[in-house]
């Protein structure tokens, strides 16, 4: 019995130093249980690199999906505590009660920044993780093996050529960044941007794209823009000008003019809301055949042209009336029909 236990003391012995110079000093039980049963150095080797390079994998990317899913869960409540933010603000700079146009101002107003805070945060989202990916990546090819060193550097060597090589691009995304931060404009605006004018469809950080009123649409790269003029941005005006002969009666002029904006005002139409008493100027200018007389309408964005030409036929149904009222008799002599012209005349 002693000389068995002795002999199976030794084989353990010598099976336990074969295998820690097979597995090395601190061997892994995976390489030990491997070598056991197959007794084939290589294949535990690789089982004990596989399992620990796999274990160190999966815990990257466990890592990575937890950061990944902190950032879009987190964004959309940053998102809501700057809304909020912002709307107190607003309550606070505009206590008690507050006009119409004041309160479309500010309703639009918050509406443009729920947009914008939307866009920055989808934008933002994807660059943060982008780079967490990017970073889990790194960790993922330094666990395998790979060495970064030279791929880093070539990796520079290839940033910098894609640099020279694509600086347009990089000008787009940079002015499309600034769009969307300073709030330039945004979809359903009506905006001249120097190569094109129409309406805003769809604003991205490389290009933008509008409409115009023929309906050709526009893709306008953002590092182009050197100028925007948005036409409707929170509320519109519309500035009518009107000619009338010289021997028109201004001060009757200005009456009849003021007096149909102000029932376009009255009348609140769909499309052509009028959101501020219409304001008369007066004479803007003499021309070789008459004065012409200014008027400024306030409306919602995007509906100064209809009020524009609603006013405008008003104006022409007023003409007509006064024309009407001014014509005398058939019959009347040469001197009547000469006063009717002259009439006529003033009123264009």
């Known amino acids: 019995m002693r000389n068995r236990l002795t002999t199976s003391t030794v084989r353990q012995v010598i099976a336990a130093f074969q295998t820690s110079d097979v597995c090395g000093d601190n061997a892994r039980s995976v390489c030990r249980f491997i070598y056991d049963k197959t007794d084939n150095e290589l294949l535990s080797d690789l089982a004990a690199w596989l ?40 309550k606070r700079l505009h206590r008690g009660d507050v006009s119409a146009a004041t309160a479309l ?35 993922i090819l330094d ?35 600034f769009i969307v931060l300073e709030d330039q404009y945004g979809v359903g605006d009506v905006v001249d941007i120097g190569p094109a004018t129409g309406v805003v469809e769809q604003v991205n950080l490389r290009a933008t794209r509008l409409r115009d009123v023929a309906g050709v649409v526009w893709y306008v790269p953002n590092g182009e823009i050197t100028r925007v003029a948005n036409m409707s941005q929170l509320w519109s005006k519309a500035v009518i000008d009107i000619g009338v002969a010289y021997e028109t009666d201004i001060d009757y002029a200005a009456e009849v003019f003021k007096a149909a904006a102000d029932d376009l005002w009255q009348s609140q139409l769909d499309g052509a809301t009028i959101i501020e008493e219409p304001t008369y100027l007066g004479v803007e200018r003499f021309e070789a055949d008459g004065i012409v007389l200014r008027l400024v309408i306030k409306t919602e964005p995007n509906e100064q042209w209809t009020a524009a030409r609603e006013l405008r036929r008003r104006l022409k149904i007023a003409r007509r009336g006064r024309h ?24 264009r």
């Open 143 to 177: 666990q395998v093996g790979i060495n970064l060193a030279p791929l880093l550097a070539g990796a520079g060597v290839v940033g910098i050529a894609l640099g020279f090589g694509a600086q347009s691009m990089v000008k787009d995304f940079l002015a499309g960044l």
């Open 324 to 347: 009407r009222d001014s014509v005398p008799p058939a019959n009347n002599s040469h001197s009547s029909r000469r006063e009717r012209t002259r009439t006529c005349q003033a009123m």
């Open 51 to 90: 399992v620990s390079r796999l274990a160190a994998v999966v815990i990257v990317l466990a890592l990575t999906y937890v950061v990944v899913r902190l950032v879009r869960r987190g964004a959309p409540r940053v998102e809501s505590a700057w809304l909020e933010r912002r709307a107190l603000e607003a």
């Open 105 to 139: 101002a500010l309703s639009q107003q918050a509406e443009r920044t729920k947009q914008r805070t939307h866009t920055l945060r989808l934008v933002i989202t994807s660059v943060l993780v982008g780079v967490v990916w990017f970073i889990a990546g790194l960790a």
